[in-house]
């Protein structure tokens, strides 16, 4: 890879490197060959602010996380650890000025991290040459940005970066549909042309009564129907995937479809990281506490190193930390499966005393937590493994948005409370679920979307502005059905002015909402 | 830094700024420049644009947290507009940076990219500073550092084994205990006063007054980095002047007439009572909508050239727009410009306006 960093690592810290990879594979972690790089904070601010990626397309966006992120260093408000690229070799980066013991608690942590990418399920299918990919995109967008304009790429990329979450998370799993190709242009077989009218056998005499024209007229009618709207449902079924729809069928110059290819990918590349981000996190500080305070410390570090521990657990304010529930709730399990806290004949006895001294000396919990890692994702790990007094135990509670008084309050610590609105601010990555339901609207070419309401309304604000990024990309008017107040509304935008239309006039059914939160 | 992105910067600045024509303008952030805080924090948010998504309205949202409260407990305001739950995402809330006045001014000059004052008039007086720079083993129990104290007094404790983890009771001893220690800096000192003048007629609706007070914070942010001991006087005028509190300053609202030399007059008399230019660094700021009472005019430029500005470091107009007033004062101080250099003058038509007038104001290095 060419980065403009120098790769060679100091003596020492390649005699670190050595030690901490042994101790990570003496514990059976596995993982691709990782590349640490040393460099300074600035650099390791603008590597971050690309989200890992030095080589990634041009984009002020990337221009405003930088500064966030240098002012909070340069304030000395919040500081990068560690930076780990999912690729193989893994590249990870080590601050130059950090302590000995922060780039053996770092390495042990990076180490964590590859484990986890090379073996769970959820990073199966991501590329593994994202490096090279990344650059790739750079280079296409560059060459775009010098063929087309700087302001043109860019607003274009503001219109697809609005709508960058509108994928299929779940499609690299899941085949929805034959594979279609744009060159395929065998025609269609029509199936309904063999069959004739119900006929009933007559004589010719009696057949205008058997067969009663009107009849046969209505039949026919009815056909034409049928088939018209068969022809009219495009796509087939509704698609959660907007941005490959849109790429697929809308009317865009060739620079154009690429740019959005490229953000489509780099989506989909960076989908399992919030797929998984309290397990991964997790994971990478099992390990690091567990190799560091096992194996990898010198006395003299110790305090130091709890410090550093302490500080990256810490939770701020009612903040949930992603770090802290994922170790937490990885040692529970191992505390678990060892001492064989599960299964029917646990969960059925109600001898409170009993159950807090439960040891059957299982000794499962390693074993377990590898097979967690391997096959969970933050939503299946939550939905498995939290427990009423895992709750209790850490001061969960869940919280709601109250009107009157414009704030968020505590709203239960009840453990069914709490783990639904934990699962529903994790489904979809807690954004709203849009579904192209028509691209023939109303036989317009018109884009018709739908949201999936389940219990929040949209930001409308947002909403309206998002849909005129898709219009522009589609060309033609589009419409999203949606609730407003428990009623069906349709927004639409036709290119020039905003409308919202209320009430019956959806043909979207009410929908029975598991999540609903009233 | 790599090109990349400091291009990528620029380019954010750009827009920012709105120098690039953009469909995000309405998305930037820059929110209020001052939220004071405590006693000497101020919070500036850094500027974000939001790029627009379909995202939940917060009405029916909800999340998980982690701590103490009972039910009804409302969370803090961080909590606000934040409904990403156990991600670690950013919410939609404006990021605030808190800072002391001192390093609010550095980072006033490095964005401005401001020249630093050089004061003029006695630099006799000199004096003394403590700087907090270093850690020694005795002090005062007042100057104790805490943080090191502590794991000092831990590590001994572990080393000599009479740390029990399961109660984790630290007592430091007196070997244990580390001070802050300090240096005394030598710094000639000069002095300096502002004198902010305003014109508290009819014409001045609220709106302008906010910009005068927000314009007069960083001036005085600005300036009293570079000077110790900074007095401010405030003048109010409309046909007639009056020194005033500041409080009043910003407060009162007369219905007369305008006469700009009033304020002049008195600005002078104050100078020649309590500030001897010899010994003091004077800056003089006047805002008004820039309608003044024609025939007041000459008398305005007599005084300012002739008496004013040959005591004053700096002299400052600022002309916030008004829909009542003409504006016609602006040109007659803009006509003095290339005479004098101790004169400078903006327009600050809105809030956004602020920052590049303050650029104007202070950029002279005087």
Redo the contacts between chains.
């Keep these: 890879m060419l980065t403009?960093y120098n790769t060679n690592l100091p003596a020492d810290l390649r005699a670190l490197k050595e030690e901490i990879e042994g101790y990570a594979r003496g514990y059976g972690l596995d993982f691709y060959e990782t590349i640490f790089e040393v460099i300074d904070a600035?650099?390791l601010n603008?590597i971050a602010?690309?989200g890992g990626f030095?080589t990634r397309y041009?984009?002020?966006?990337?221009?405003?996380a930088?500064?966030?992120l240098r002012?909070?260093y340069d304030?000395g408000?919040s500081k990068i650890y560690e930076m780990v690229i999912n690729n193989d070799p893994c590249y990870a980066y080590l601050m130059r000025c950090n302590h000995t013991v922060d780039q053996k608690l770092v390495m042990a942590h990076v180490y964590g991290h590859c484990d986890f990418f090379k073996n769970n399920a959820y990073f199966a299918h991501t590329s593994r040459k994202m490096m090279d990919e990344m650059a790739n995109h750079g280079t296409r967008i560059r060459r775009y940005v010098e063929k087309i304009g700087e302001?043109e790429v860019?607003?274009f990329l503001?219109k697809c970066?609005?709508?960058d979450?509108?994928i299929d998370i779940h499609s690299t799993a899941i085949r929805r549909r034959e594979e279609v190709s744009r060159y395929d242009f065998s025609p269609e077989v029509d199936e309904s042309d063999g069959i004739r009218g119900t006929r009933f056998k007559s004589k010719g005499y009696m057949d205008d009564y058997i067969n009663p024209r009107s009849v046969l007229k209505a039949e026919e009618d009815d056909r034409k129907k049928l088939k018209e709207q068969a022809a009219r449902s495009f796509p087939e079924q509704k698609q959660k995937d907007v941005l490959l729809f849109l790429i697929e069928h809308a009317p865009l110059k060739t620079w154009q479809r690429d740019v959005l290819s490229i953000v489509r990918d780099e989506a989909y590349y960076f989908t399992p990281q919030?797929q998984t981000?309290?397990m991964n996190e997790g994971w990478a500080s099992y390990w690091h506490s567990t190799i560091m305070t096992q194996k990898g410390l010198h006395?003299s570090e110790?305090?130091d190193y709890a410090?550093h521990h302490s500080g990256t657990m810490a939770?701020h304010?009612?903040?949930?930390?992603?770090y802290?529930?994922g170790i937490e709730l990885l040692r529970n399990i191992e505390h678990r499966w060892n001492t064989g806290k599960f299964g029917k004949e646990y969960d059925e006895c109600d001898d409170l005393e009993k159950r807090r001294k439960w040891d059957k000396q299982f000794g499962l919990g390693r074993q377990k937590i590898f097979e967690v890692r391997r096959v969970h994702n933050?939503i299946t790990f939550i939905d498995t493994f939290l427990t009423p007094e895992f709750c209790v135990e850490?001061?969960?509670?869940?919280?709601?948005?109250q009107?009157q008084?414009g704030?968020?309050?505590?709203?239960?610590?009840t453990f069914d409370k709490?783990k639904q609105?934990?699962l529903?601010?994790?489904t979809n990555?807690?954004?709203?679920w849009?579904y192209v339901v028509d691209g023939n609207y109303r036989n317009r070419g018109e884009l018709l979307l739908q949201?999936q309401h389940n219990?929040?309304?949209?930001?409308?604000?947002?909403?309206a502005?998002?849909l005129a990024?898709i219009q522009f990309i589609w060309g033609r008017p589009i419409h999203l059905q949606t609730m407003v107040d428990d009623k069906p509304t349709v927004l639409s935008f036709d290119g020039t002015d905003h409308s919202i239309r209320t009430g019956g006039e959806s043909d979207e059914p009410k929908r029975n909402s598991p999540a609903k939160?009233? | 830094m790599g090109q990349r992105i400091e291009r990528d910067h620029q380019r954010f600045r750009k827009l920012v700024r709105g120098k690039v024509k953009s469909n995000l303008s309405k998305y930037i952030s820059r929110g209020e420049m001052i939220g004071k805080k405590g006693k000497d924090l101020v919070s500036i948010p850094l500027p974000q644009i939001e790029i627009p998504q379909f995202r939940y309205g917060s009405k029916n949202s909800g999340g998980v947290g982690q701590g103490e409260g009972d039910i009804g407990t409302p969370l803090g305001p961080g909590k606000q507009g934040d409904n990403s739950g156990a991600g670690d995402q950013p919410g939609g809330h404006i990021l605030e940076v808190e800072l002391t006045l001192e390093e609010m001014a550095a980072i006033l000059g490095e964005e401005l990219s401001l020249p630093r004052i050089e004061p003029r008039g006695k630099k006799n007086i000199v004096s003394s500073r403590d700087k907090y720079t270093g850690i020694r083993q005795s002090g005062p129990e007042s100057l104790r550092h805490f943080k090191r104290t502590f794991k000092r007094a831990l590590k001994r404790q572990i080393a000599s084994q009479i740390y029990d983890p399961e109660r984790p009771i630290v007592v430091p001893i007196r070997e244990d205990k580390q001070y802050r220690s300090w240096k005394e800096v030598h710094l000639p000192q000069s002095v300096a006063v502002i004198i902010y003048m305003m014109d508290v007629s009819g014409s001045m609706t609220d709106e302008q007054k906010e910009i005068v007070r927000i314009e007069a914070f960083w001036i005085d942010t600005w300036i009293k980095a570079h000077y110790k001991g900074v007095e401010t006087a405030y003048i109010i005028h409309d046909a007639a002047a009056q020194e005033v509190d500041e409080h009043t300053f910003y407060h009162t609202r007369e219905s007369g007439g305008t006469k700009i030399s009033s304020a002049y007059a008195l600005c002078d008399k104050i100078i020649s009572n309590r500030y001897p230019p010899d010994a003091w660094n004077i800056y003089a700021f006047h805002f008004s909508d820039g309608d003044n009472w024609g025939d007041d005019i000459p008398h305005c430029i007599e005084l300012l050239t002739e008496k004013l500005l040959p005591k004053l470091n700096l002299f400052g107009y600022g002309q916030v727009e008004s829909p009542y007033g003409s504006g016609e004062f602006y040109e007659y101080i803009h006509e003095m410009l290339g005479e004098r250099n101790n004169v400078v003058c903006s327009r600050i038509p809105d809030r956004d306006a602020i920052l590049g007038s303050i650029k104007e104001f202070l950029g002279t290095g005087r």
Aim: proline letters at 7%; hydrophobic letters at 35%; charged letters at 25%.
């Design positions: 403009p600035d650099d603008e602010a690309y030095p041009p984009h002020w966006s990337f221009g405003m930088y500064e966030q002012k909070g304030y408000l302001d860019e607003a503001d970066m609005s709508i979450d509108l919030g981000k309290i006395p110790v305090i410090d939770t304010g009612a903040r949930l930390n992603p802290k529930l933050d850490h001061q969960m509670f869940s919280y709601a948005f009107e008084a704030q968020y309050v505590i709203e239960s610590r709490i609105r934990l529903y601010s994790l990555f807690g954004k709203p849009i949201h219990g929040v309304d949209l930001r409308l604000d947002q909403a502005d998002t990024n939160t009233r």
